[in-house]
Every structure is written in structure tokens, then in C-alpha cells.
């Protein structure tokens, strides 16, 4: 296992600089100059484009500037924003609190539902109740996420005000930054209210969010478990008289697992990342809309530093996955 | 599963209104379409910024009166303009306090030191905090301040004298925008002692009516109203800006009572706002402009018949009703009707296929020609939608034998080429920054403007002249007349067709009062209550 560990980690070095090197030359073969987008419309004259051009080290050739770019990523220094003028690791780690609450509630949401789900499809297979699951679980993977919140939002919210309609917590709560987990930091202030304000916050963005990966879940877990289900040592189990739950339960979900860890593990690893649609209908403040938004503006260092640092959490995500198989799978654990 | 949900969220908001039950503070919250890039007015261009920053923590030593384009007296209280023009002597306002934030409490009131260290961070490269937070004036540079002032000279405590190089009429109307907001000299230097001056441009303390308390980013700003005031305490106790980008959310916001005031509505709610009886629909003719540059330096549009011809050709009544979808008025003039100056005596190009025809047939193409059409890749306030727009006039066009086609590039390129003048004709627009006609005229058909903001790369030296002379007479009635005239000469010589001025939506709850719209775009929430 140890070994495992490391021989994933020696290949992160290599993947790290060659998402570098993808992210810094992507970045720059997008058309239009960042200067001149920040000007607009006023435009700006040549000689101060050039004096800006030296300010920001544009003017060095390319391999000058990425060698200076990984040189600063090696230092820990992913650079500033061109417009906020903030260091890029200050600004993620801001809005990174935000993006891991959201994700966390939308995983847990995804997995409550769609994996008892998957197994009530797959133990009542061919039954009104199977096509009804996978029914809804086809809508809801193939539901325009945009749309799909406007509508919970104008139903839960708009007429029927059972939910805010968007935000982290009702802005008559001033509650200080403490850690940026707002279910953390409203429980930390003395201010009544404040935690079911924050709770209340995050229902609709978590059941959006969470609606592509449920049915993802659900769909993985229904076949998975089928697969498992007419194994000969299922037969076995039940010929022995085993209650059906501890059948189901014990003996065929614990191997129908593996798979559907892989699916979980890759969808938390995408939430992880920033939810660009769900974050800007629900005004989250996360780093999927902060790194759309960066590019939109050509703001180089961020749109470099952010993914490079997504690309990290995905990876590591990614290890997570493969030690967890272990622990559920010990043929894995002792093969490797 | 969704009844238990509606139970627990019941629930929920039945306890988070025991919770709001604590406060008796009046909060008036503003639904921001996005983030301020930063809280340093003097570094940015946009509104948004503009809105979180300069707007409601700051003063200017001028302020454009709420509602109108005109200059009053802010921190200075009254200022004398020597014969020549080429002097400006401020006299300060006493007693106007700074906020106060968590590291600095000011023990000195705003004075001529202030003015002194706002100006010359910007202007001169030599200031300790001119090169701090990698700084760039784009608005001090834009409007020419940095050729433009000579030297600013303290009188004494509460006097300051501004020499300029050469006369400016336009110059009072620079210094109520937004890069002029005051700075206090005091936090600066104590930040530069503590070693931290890009504090400064994070954390800064203004004069003005409210006093940010915290921002969390891409989220929410909250103020509190300064109680010390120098024009009195603001009327609500509390704002928040509750950064909403997608229209469609900020209305259901609106809608539910979680905002108080929302910019820029989708044109398509606007029915639905006006028939909503918690929602007062409030709009204003914009301080904008959006039109169709000829490239007069190349053929045929170097013919002034052509570009009228063209003029005539093109249903701009059709443009509107299919871009702005109400939300806009035809432009005859390149300045906006709310902007001083404005000639109501133009008359503008009827709209005459076979008036166009033959006037294409004397300038020698009674077959038509072929030319382009640029066509933004962005949303403006005065073009909502370039390539539509562009598909009208097309069409328009045919119809008078000219077969143009529609490019367009990705937006930093569009500006950058338009520029050189690779166009042949473009759609752009602009939006004044100070209120005052020089700002449109000069700024995009002067002959200073051609190879950059000047997209007709269009010089006449009438229209120039005119331009010139009301840039050197401090007289507001002169300098009318001569701009009045300048739109008469800009006119008969179309190097534009003025296609629009947008009309600007501002849905507010209807239990907010005293909310004005700002005819140059910005939010200001000095005078609101709820």
C-alpha cells in the first residue's frame, strides 16, 4: 500500500508541470490582450500599453515568462490578479471554504439519495419501481442545470418562500470571517438565527448541484449491484437461509461498492472544482465562477494559479479513491 | 422527501425570523451585478467598482448634483478659475471627518494634505505610493490629467490652487469622477510606516456617507451609515451590496424582498416589473450613445454623400424595436438628450431608400458597392445586441444595392483593430464618464481621437475648431451654443449614423424612498429610506 502511495505520488511531479505549461500556453492563445480588454471601450494609448506591457512582464518573450511562472509556483508563489492586484493563493483560499461547503452538502445529498436508490432498483429489477428510478434518474442527469435552478428558485423561493433565493446567509446576520465555513462561523457568532440562516442557504444550490451526481450514483449502483446479485455466492448466502436485508446489506453491496466509489470519487473531485452554473445562479461565492470570470478577463496569473491548483485537488482526490478501494476491497489492498 | 424538506425549511426561516426579530437597524440592500475589482477608485474604470467604492465612501473636492449631469460644491466649498483659465484655487470644507477602520483611527480632519496626496500618487512618478499595489491611473491618464496639470500647490491648510498647462473647461467635471475620490494622507503614511501601504487600496477610510465594514468576496459588502457626516448621518442605518450576477436571480430576489433596489433588468421582465405592485419600475434616458462609424479614410465612405446616403438608407425605428426591445430611443445626435448641449434643433436623416439610391448614383456607384459591417462580440448598455443590429442594417442596405457583410472578433481584438482603422464600418457605442459634452465630442470625433477612440478616423477641422475653442471658454452659455453647432456641422458630415441611447431600468421595492437614478450609471444610497 505504502509503496502504491508513493509510485502515484512520483507521478504528480510530471503532471504537475505539464498542466503548468498546458495552463500558461492555453491561456495565451485565447485571442485578446488583457490590457487591452481592462481598458474597453477608452481604449489606451501605445506607449502606455507598453509601459503596462514591461509593469506586468508581458513584454519578455514566452519562455522567459514560464520559466518565471514555474519558478514562483515552485516558490509557492502563484503570483496577483491583474485587476483585484491580491495574490492569487489569498483569493482562493478565500472562496475555496465556500466551494468545499457547497460540494460537501451536494456529495452527501448525492449519495443519501442516489445510493439506496440504485439498491432498491436493482433488488426490485423490472418492477414499476426500478423504471420509475431510473426514469428520474435519466431526467435528472440529462436536467440543464441553469434551468433546472431557476425553476426550484421561482417554485421554493418566489412563490412559495420557503427557501432564500440565493447567497450564503441573510444579510441581517454580520457574522465575521472566521474560518469561510459559513455553517462553522455562524455557530461561532452569538447571533440567533444565523446557523438556520446558513442552513436554509444552502438546500436548493446543494440539491442542484447534487442532481447530476445523484444520478450518476444511482445508475452505477443499480448496475453494479445487479452484477453482483447473480453471483453464485448470493445464491449461496440466500440458499443458506441469510435474511435477505443481510444479503443485500452485508454480502452484495459491500463488493457493488467498488465501482460506485470510482463514480463518487470522480464526481466529488468535479464539485470540488467549482460548479461555474450553480455558483452564479445561486451567487455563490466559490472558485469555479471566480476562475470563469478570470478568464473572461485574460487575468493570467489567476486563470494559471487556479487551475493548477484544481488540477491538485483533483489528483489528490484521485489518491483518495485508490486507498479507499483498499480498505473496501482487500483482494486490492493485498495484491498491490 | 420534498414535504419533509418544505417542514425543515419552514422551520428553518421560521427560526431565522426570531433571529432578524434582534435587529431594529434599517438595512437597505443592493442587488450588484458583480464584484468591485478592488476598492481604489483611481485604478479601475468600471461602475461596478464605482458603485462599492467611490459612490458611497468617498467625497471629490466637486459632485455632480444626485439626478443631473451639473457640478456642486463636495469637499471644496466654493473654488475661483483665474482669468486666463489657467488656475483653479479649491477652498476646503472644514470639519469633514475620515471613517475609521479596525487598524487606523484618524486624529485629524481632511485638509489640503489629503488633496494634495490623492492628485500626486497619480500624477507624479516619484510619489512613494505612485508604484504601490503595481498602481495604473487608466482614469487619471484617460481624461489627459497627467498633461494636463502643471502643478497643485498648497495655499495653506485649507486651500489648494491647481495650475494647469492649458485651458480646460472640462476639467471641474473631471474632478467629480470617480479617480478624484479623496484619500486620507494620515492612513497612508501610517500604512507606509507599518510597512503594509497596499493596505491602502484594500482597506482604505473615505469622507463619505457610508463606511465598509467587511467585504467577503464575491459575495457581500456590508456598510454601516457614517454617523459623522459632514451633509448629515444617511438615512438608513445599514447597506448591504449582495453580489448577484444573473439578472434573473437579482428580480426573483427583488421579487422575494431580499433586495431592495437591482441594476440592469433583462429587458424581458420589464412588462412583468411595471405590472408588479411591490415594485416600482423607475427609468431614465442613459448617458450613453450608440451608433455606426463610417471609416471616412477609406473609399467610398471618404464621400460625405455616401455616408448621408447610407444614413437615409438605414430604418433605425426597426433597429429599435428589435434590439432594445423598448429598453431605447433614436439617436439623432452623438451626445445623449440628458447631457447639457444637446441640440433639439437637429434634424436627422429621414429614413428614404430612393433619396438614398440616388444620391449612391451621384457619388458615382448606382449599382451599390460591397463593405463590411463589425459587429461587437459584447453586451452594452447602448447596443444589447451588435450582430442582430448588424443583421438589420445588412438588410437595410441591400435594399440600396450595398452588400455588406458582418465580421466580428473576439472583444480586446475588435477594440484593438477598430483602432487602426482595418474596419470599413463599425458598431460601438460609449457611455460618458463627467457629464460634460467634451467628453462625447472630443473624446470620439476630435482629431486628436483618430488611431484610437476616434473609430470614424474622421478629422474636420470645423468641427475640430469649434471643439477647441469651448475647451478654452469657462463660460457654460458660450461653450452651449458652440457645442450646439458642432452637432449641426457633425450632422451634415455623417461620419456616423447615431443609431441609440438606451434607456436605463432601475426595478426598486416600493417601500424605498427617495431613490434617484444617477444619469451617468452610478448607485447612490445617501438619501434612500425604507
Same mark, same amino acid.
Given at each position: 500500500?505504502?509503496?502504491?502511495?508513493?509510485?502515484?505520488?512520483?507521478?504528480?511531479?510530471?503532471?504537475?508541470?505539464?498542466?503548468?505549461?498546458?495552463?500558461?500556453?492555453?491561456?495565451?492563445?485565447?485571442?485578446?490582450?488583457?490590457?487591452?480588454?481592462?481598458?474597453?471601450?477608452?481604449?489606451?494609448?501605445?506607449?502606455?500599453?507598453?509601459?503596462?506591457?514591461? &509593469?506586468?512582464?508581458?513584454?519578455?518573450?514566452?519562455?522567459? &515568462?514560464?520559466?518565471?511562472?514555474?519558478?514562483?509556483?515552485?516558490?509557492?508563489?502563484?503570483?496577483?490578479?491583474?485587476?483585484?492586484?491580491?495574490?492569487?493563493?489569498?483569493?482562493?483560499?478565500?472562496?475555496?471554504?465556500?466551494?468545499?461547503?457547497?460540494?460537501?452538502?451536494?456529495?452527501?445529498?448525492?449519495?443519501?439519495?442516489?445510493?439506496?436508490?440504485?439498491?432498491?432498483?436493482?433488488?426490485?429489477?423490472?418492477?414499476?419501481?426500478?423504471?420509475?428510478?431510473?426514469?428520474?434518474?435519466?431526467?435528472?442527469?440529462?436536467?440543464?442545470?441553469?434551468?433546472?435552478?431557476?425553476?426550484?428558485? $421561482?417554485?421554493?423561493?418566489?412563490?412559495?418562500?420557503?427557501?432564500?433565493?440565493?447567497?450564503?446567509?441573510?444579510?441581517?446576520?454580520?457574522?465575521?470571517?472566521?474560518?469561510?465555513?459559513?455553517?462553522?462561523?455562524?455557530?461561532?457568532?452569538?447571533?440567533?438565527?444565523?446557523?438556520?440562516?446558513?442552513?436554509?442557504?444552502?438546500?436548493?444550490?446543494?440539491?442542484?448541484?447534487?442532481?447530476?451526481?445523484?444520478?450518476?450514483?444511482?445508475?452505477?449502483?443499480?448496475?453494479?449491484?445487479?452484477?453482483?446479485?447473480?453471483?453464485?455466492?448470493?445464491?449461496?448466502?440466500?440458499?443458506?437461509?441469510?435474511?435477505?436485508?443481510?444479503?443485500?446489506?452485508?454480502?452484495?453491496?459491500?463488493?457493488?461498492?467498488?465501482?460506485?466509489?470510482?463514480?463518487?470519487? $470522480? &464526481?466529488?473531485?468535479?464539485? $470540488?472544482?467549482?460548479?461555474?452554473?450553480?455558483?452564479?445562479?445561486?451567487?455563490?461565492?466559490?472558485?469555479?465562477?471566480?476562475?470563469?470570470?478570470?478568464?473572461?478577463?485574460?487575468?493570467?496569473?489567476?486563470?494559471?494559479?487556479?487551475?493548477?491548483?484544481?488540477?491538485?485537488?483533483?489528483?489528490?482526490?484521485? $489518491?483518495?479513491?485508490?486507498?479507499?478501494?483498499?480498505?473496501?476491497?482487500?483482494?486490492?489492498?493485498?495484491?498491490? | 422527501?420534498?414535504?419533509?424538506?418544505?417542514?425543515?425549511?419552514?422551520?428553518?426561516?421560521?427560526?431565522?425570523?426570531?433571529?432578524?426579530?434582534?435587529?431594529?437597524?434599517?438595512? *437597505?440592500?443592493?442587488?450588484?451585478?458583480?464584484?468591485?475589482?478592488?476598492?481604489?477608485?483611481?485604478?479601475?474604470?468600471?461602475?461596478?467598482?464605482?458603485?462599492?467604492?467611490?459612490?458611497?465612501?468617498?467625497?471629490?473636492?466637486?459632485?455632480?448634483?444626485?439626478?443631473?449631469?451639473?457640478?456642486?460644491?463636495?469637499?471644496?466649498?466654493?473654488?475661483?478659475?483665474?482669468?486666463?483659465?489657467?488656475?483653479?484655487?479649491?477652498?476646503?470644507?472644514?470639519?469633514?471627518? /475620515?471613517?475609521?477602520?479596525?487598524?487606523?483611527?484618524?486624529?485629524?480632519?481632511?485638509?489640503?494634505?489629503?488633496?494634495?496626496?490623492?492628485?500626486?500618487?497619480?500624477?507624479?512618478?516619484?510619489?512613494?505610493?505612485?508604484?504601490? %499595489?503595481?498602481?495604473?491611473?487608466?482614469?487619471?491618464?484617460?481624461?489627459?490629467?497627467?498633461?494636463?496639470?502643471?502643478?497643485?500647490?498648497?495655499?495653506?491648510?485649507?486651500?489648494?490652487? /491647481?495650475?494647469?498647462?492649458?485651458?480646460?473647461?472640462?476639467?471641474?467635471?473631471?474632478?467629480?469622477?470617480?479617480?478624484? %475620490?479623496?484619500?486620507?494622507?494620515?492612513?497612508?503614511?501610517?500604512?507606509?510606516?507599518?510597512?503594509?501601504?497596499?493596505?491602502?487600496?484594500?482597506?482604505?477610510?473615505?469622507?463619505?456617507?457610508?463606511?465598509?465594514?467587511?467585504?467577503?468576496?464575491?459575495?457581500?459588502?456590508?456598510?454601516?451609515?457614517?454617523?459623522?457626516?459632514?451633509?448629515?448621518?444617511?438615512?438608513?442605518?445599514? *447597506?448591504?451590496?449582495?453580489?448577484?450576477?444573473?439578472?434573473?436571480?437579482?428580480?426573483?430576489?427583488?421579487?422575494?424582498?431580499?433586495?431592495?433596489?437591482?441594476?440592469?433588468?433583462?429587458?424581458?421582465?420589464?412588462?412583468?416589473?411595471?405590472?408588479?405592485?411591490?415594485?416600482?419600475?423607475?427609468?431614465?434616458?442613459?448617458?450613453?450613445?450608440?451608433? *455606426?462609424?463610417?471609416?471616412?479614410?477609406? #473609399?467610398?465612405?471618404?464621400?460625405?454623400?455616401?455616408?448621408?446616403?447610407?444614413?437615409?438608407?438605414?430604418?433605425?425605428?426597426?433597429?429599435?424595436?428589435?434590439?432594445?426591445?423598448?429598453?431605447?430611443?433614436?439617436?439623432?445626435?452623438?451626445?445623449?438628450?440628458?447631457?447639457?448641449?444637446?441640440? #433639439?434643433?437637429?434634424?436627422?436623416?429621414?429614413?428614404?431608400?430612393?433619396?438614398?439610391?440616388?444620391?449612391?448614383?451621384?457619388?458615382?456607384?448606382?449599382?451599390?458597392?460591397?463593405?463590411?459591417?463589425?459587429?461587437?462580440?459584447?453586451?452594452?448598455?447602448?447596443?444589447?445586441?451588435?450582430?442582430?443590429?448588424?443583421?438589420?442594417?445588412?438588410?437595410?442596405?441591400?435594399?440600396?444595392?450595398?452588400?455588406?457583410?458582418?465580421?466580428?472578433?473576439?472583444?480586446?481584438?475588435?477594440?484593438?483593430?477598430?483602432?487602426?482603422?482595418?474596419?470599413?464600418?463599425?458598431?460601438?457605442?460609449?457611455?460618458?464618464?463627467?457629464?460634460?459634452?467634451?467628453?462625447?465630442?472630443?473624446?470620439?470625433?476630435?482629431?486628436?481621437?483618430?488611431?484610437?477612440?476616434?473609430?470614424?478616423?474622421?478629422?474636420?477641422?470645423?468641427?475640430?475648431?469649434?471643439? *477647441?475653442?469651448?475647451?478654452?471658454?469657462?463660460?457654460?452659455?458660450?461653450?452651449?451654443?458652440?457645442?450646439?453647432?458642432?452637432?449641426?456641422?457633425?450632422?451634415?458630415?455623417?461620419?456616423?449614423?447615431?443609431?441609440?441611447?438606451?434607456?436605463?431600468?432601475?426595478?426598486?421595492?416600493?417601500?424605498?424612498?427617495?431613490?434617484?437614478?444617477?444619469?451617468?450609471?452610478?448607485?447612490?444610497?445617501?438619501?434612500?429610506?425604507?
Amino acid at each position: 500500500m505504502f509503496q502504491f502511495i508513493l509510485r502515484r505520488l512520483s507521478l504528480v511531479i510530471p503532471t504537475f508541470l505539464g498542466i503548468t505549461l498546458l495552463t500558461f500556453t492555453l491561456i495565451r492563445l485565447i485571442p485578446g490582450d488583457p490590457i487591452e480588454v481592462m481598458a474597453g471601450e477608452r481604449g489606451v494609448s501605445a506607449e502606455r500599453h507598453a509601459e503596462l506591457s514591461a &509593469q506586468l512582464g508581458f513584454d519578455q518573450p514566452l519562455y522567459v &515568462q514560464y520559466f518565471r511562472y514555474v519558478t514562483g509556483v515552485l516558490q509557492g508563489d502563484l503570483g496577483n490578479s491583474l485587476i483585484t492586484k491580491e495574490p492569487v493563493m489569498k483569493e482562493f483560499l478565500t472562496l475555496f471554504p465556500a466551494t468545499i461547503e457547497l460540494a460537501t452538502c451536494a456529495a452527501i445529498f448525492a449519495i443519501l439519495i442516489g445510493l439506496p436508490a440504485g439498491i432498491f432498483a436493482a433488488v426490485k429489477r423490472g418492477t414499476v419501481i426500478d423504471h420509475s428510478v431510473m426514469t428520474f434518474s435519466l431526467t435528472g442527469y440529462s436536467m440543464p442545470i441553469f434551468w433546472w435552478a431557476l425553476l426550484l428558485m $421561482l417554485v421554493f423561493s418566489v412563490n412559495l418562500g420557503w427557501t432564500p433565493v440565493s447567497g450564503r446567509i441573510d444579510v441581517v446576520y454580520w457574522i465575521d470571517d472566521v474560518t469561510g465555513f459559513m455553517l462553522i462561523d455562524s455557530l461561532l457568532s452569538d447571533e440567533e438565527g444565523a446557523f438556520t440562516s446558513a442552513v436554509s442557504h444552502l438546500i436548493l444550490p446543494s440539491i442542484v448541484l447534487g442532481t447530476i451526481p445523484m444520478a450518476v450514483i444511482a445508475r452505477m449502483t443499480r448496475s453494479s449491484m445487479l452484477e453482483v446479485l447473480s453471483e453464485d455466492y448470493i445464491r449461496t448466502a440466500r440458499a443458506k437461509g441469510i435474511a435477505p436485508w443481510r444479503v443485500i446489506v452485508i454480502h452484495a453491496l459491500r463488493n457493488a461498492l467498488i465501482p460506485v466509489i470510482t463514480v463518487i470519487g $470522480l &464526481q466529488v473531485g468535479i464539485l $470540488l472544482s467549482g460548479a461555474i452554473l450553480t455558483e452564479t445562479v445561486f451567487a455563490w461565492p466559490g472558485i469555479g465562477k471566480w476562475l470563469i470570470e478570470s478568464i473572461g478577463r485574460r487575468d493570467y496569473p489567476v486563470v494559471q494559479g487556479g487551475i493548477l491548483i484544481v488540477a491538485c485537488i483533483i489528483i489528490v482526490v484521485n $489518491l483518495l479513491v485508490d486507498i479507499t478501494y483498499g480498505i473496501v476491497n482487500p483482494r486490492i489492498r493485498h495484491s498491490r | 422527501m420534498k414535504t419533509g424538506l418544505a417542514k425543515l425549511s419552514l422551520a428553518l426561516m421560521a427560526a431565522g425570523a426570531i433571529g432578524t426579530s434582534a435587529h431594529a437597524a434599517t438595512t *437597505l440592500v443592493y442587488c450588484s451585478e458583480g464584484s468591485p475589482e478592488g476598492f481604489n477608485p483611481a485604478f479601475y474604470t468600471s461602475g461596478t467598482t464605482f458603485d462599492a467604492t467611490s459612490k458611497n465612501m468617498f467625497n471629490r473636492l466637486v459632485e455632480f448634483k444626485l439626478g443631473t449631469t451639473e457640478t456642486v460644491p463636495g469637499l471644496a466649498e466654493r473654488y475661483e478659475v483665474s482669468a486666463d483659465g489657467l488656475e483653479y484655487t479649491f477652498h476646503l470644507r472644514k470639519g469633514v471627518k /475620515f471613517h475609521s477602520t479596525k487598524d487606523f483611527k484618524p486624529t485629524r480632519d481632511f485638509n489640503a494634505d489629503d488633496v494634495l496626496f490623492t492628485f500626486n500618487r497619480q500624477g507624479d512618478k516619484n510619489h512613494p505610493y505612485h508604484t504601490v %499595489s503595481s498602481g495604473s491611473y487608466e482614469y487619471y491618464n484617460g481624461m489627459g490629467m497627467n498633461t494636463l496639470i502643471k502643478e497643485i500647490v498648497k495655499v495653506d491648510n485649507y486651500t489648494v490652487k /491647481f495650475v494647469l498647462n492649458q485651458p480646460e473647461a472640462p476639467f471641474i467635471a473631471n474632478l467629480a469622477m470617480d479617480f478624484a %475620490s479623496i484619500f486620507s494622507k494620515e492612513q497612508a503614511d501610517a500604512l507606509m510606516k507599518a510597512g503594509t501601504p497596499e493596505k491602502l487600496d484594500i482597506d482604505p477610510v473615505g469622507t463619505g456617507p457610508f463606511q465598509k465594514v467587511q467585504y467577503q468576496k464575491d459575495s457581500l459588502i456590508r456598510y454601516t451609515a457614517f454617523e459623522d457626516y459632514w451633509m448629515g448621518k444617511a438615512k438608513v442605518d445599514r *447597506l448591504v451590496f449582495s453580489i448577484t450576477p444573473d439578472a434573473s436571480v437579482r428580480y426573483a430576489k427583488l421579487k422575494a424582498g431580499e433586495c431592495d433596489i437591482m441594476p440592469y433588468p433583462n429587458p424581458a421582465d420589464l412588462k412583468q416589473m411595471e405590472a408588479d405592485p411591490n415594485i416600482n419600475l423607475m427609468s431614465q434616458e442613459g448617458l450613453n450613445v450608440g451608433y *455606426l462609424a463610417f471609416n471616412t479614410q477609406k #473609399k467610398p465612405f471618404n464621400d460625405v454623400r455616401v455616408r448621408q446616403a447610407l444614413n437615409m438608407a438605414t430604418d433605425k425605428n426597426a433597429v429599435i424595436d428589435a434590439v432594445f426591445q423598448g429598453a431605447g430611443k433614436v439617436a439623432k445626435n452623438p451626445i445623449p438628450p440628458t447631457m447639457w448641449s444637446y441640440n #433639439k434643433d437637429t434634424v436627422d436623416y429621414p429614413f428614404d431608400p430612393v433619396k438614398a439610391k440616388k444620391l449612391l448614383a451621384e457619388a458615382g456607384y448606382p449599382d451599390g458597392f460591397s463593405t463590411n459591417i463589425w459587429a461587437m462580440p459584447v453586451q452594452r448598455p447602448y447596443n444589447p445586441n451588435a450582430r442582430r443590429m448588424a443583421e438589420i442594417i445588412q438588410e437595410d442596405w441591400s435594399k440600396v444595392g450595398v452588400k455588406a457583410e458582418i465580421v466580428s472578433f473576439e472583444w480586446g481584438e475588435y477594440l484593438n483593430r477598430s483602432k487602426k482603422g482595418e474596419h470599413e464600418t463599425l458598431l460601438l457605442g460609449w457611455t460618458g464618464d463627467n457629464g460634460d459634452p467634451d467628453n462625447f465630442l472630443y473624446v470620439l470625433l476630435g482629431c486628436d481621437g483618430v488611431g484610437g477612440s476616434n473609430r470614424a478616423q474622421w478629422c474636420n477641422e470645423e468641427f475640430n475648431n469649434l471643439l *477647441l475653442n469651448a475647451k478654452q471658454t469657462s463660460d457654460k452659455a458660450e461653450r452651449t451654443s458652440i457645442y450646439e453647432e458642432a452637432q449641426t456641422v457633425f450632422k451634415r458630415e455623417a461620419p456616423w449614423i447615431t443609431v441609440a441611447h438606451s434607456v436605463v431600468y432601475e426595478p426598486i421595492r416600493k417601500e424605498v424612498k427617495g431613490y434617484k437614478i444617477d444619469p451617468l450609471g452610478g448607485h447612490y444610497f445617501y438619501n434612500v429610506s425604507k
